[in-house]
């Protein structure tokens, strides 16, 4: 599995755990800042050298 497929289903994980919490179904495509907040929550993430955003 490539990272984008890696990335997609990881999205997926977490916004069917938020939905299942909240009791809401939305669209994978609007929780983004959800599922950010939830990753930024559960690990320590850190840019490489050289990249910015």
Known sequence: ????????????????????????????EDMSPLIADAVLDAFTVQLRDGVSV
């Open 1 to 28: 599995m490539d990272e984008l497929n890696v990335a997609r289903a990881l999205a997926t994980v977490i916004a069917e755990e938020i939905d299942a919490q909240l009791g809401v179904h939305r669209r994978l």
